[in-house]
């Protein structure tokens, strides 16, 4: 799952304010974890594991 991430991230145009593209990567990340996740959430987690 992490390759999927970084190939979005890496192909994710950063825009300037008059519309240009400039270079580097234009990807923003807010990553949001359950404090105390259900048994369904950590089954989830754990399928997936650690990008």
Known sequence: MG???ENIWLRTER???DG???GGT???CCV???VGP???Q???LRKHGPC
Request: with cysteine.
């Open 3 to 5: 390759d999927q991430f």
């Open 15 to 17: 825009k300037k304010a």
């Open 20 to 22: 240009k593209v400039v």
């Open 26 to 28: 234009g990807g923003v």
């Open 32 to 34: 949001c974890w359950p």
């Open 38 to 40: 259900t048994a369904a």
């Open 42 to 44: 950590r089954r989830v």
